[in-house]
C-alpha cells in the first residue's frame, strides 16, 4: 500500500486546510488510517483516527472541535478538514495505516505504512 498526502500550505491563523490521503495497491477500505503530526524539534503526535466499519472518530484533544476526519472508501481516501487553525498546529502532518484497527491507533509505532508528509504552515 502507498500513501500520498496532500493539501498543505501556508494559511493565516483562523483559516482552514483540507488535507488528504490517497492509498494506492491494494483495496484499503477495511485498512485503519490514521493523521499524525510531527513540528519542528518535537516528537510525532496522534491528531486524528477513524475506525473503519463503524466510522468512528477519534481526535486528539487539541484539535478536538476544529478537525474532522473522514473517509470515502470508493477512492480509497481519507480527509483532514482543518478549520480555526492555529499556530500551533504548525507541522508536517503524516497519514499511516495498517492493515486493521487496534485499540492503540495513536501510538505510531504500531503503523506499517505512511505518506511522505505535507506541510502546514499557521502563521499568526
Known amino acids: 500500500v502507498q500513501l500520498q498526502a496532500s493539501g498543505g500550505g501556508l494559511v493565516q491563523a483562523g483559516g482552514y486546510l483540507r488535507l488528504s490521503c490517497a492509498a494506492s495497491?491494494?483495496?484499503?477500505?477495511?485498512?485503519?488510517m490514521t493523521w499524525f503530526r510531527q513540528a519542528p524539534g518535537k516528537e510525532r503526535e496522534f491528531v486524528a483516527a477513524i475506525r473503519p466499519g463503524t466510522s468512528t472518530r477519534y481526535y486528539a484533544d487539541s484539535v478536538k472541535g476544529r478537525f474532522t476526519v473522514s473517509r470515502d472508501n470508493a477512492k480509497n481516501t481519507v480527509y483532514l478538514q482543518m478549520n480555526s487553525l492555529k499556530p500551533e498546529d504548525t507541522a508536517v502532518y503524516y497519514c499511516?495505516?495498517?492493515?486493521?484497527?487496534?485499540?492503540?491507533?495513536?501510538?505510531?509505532?504500531?503503523?506499517?505504512?505512511w505518506g511522505q508528509g505535507t506541510l502546514v504552515t499557521v502563521s499568526s
Open positions: 495497491g491494494r483495496s484499503s477500505s477495511s485498512y485503519a
Open positions: 499511516a495505516a495498517r492493515t486493521y484497527w487496534s485499540v492503540i491507533y495513536s501510538d505510531s509505532s504500531i503503523y506499517v505504512y
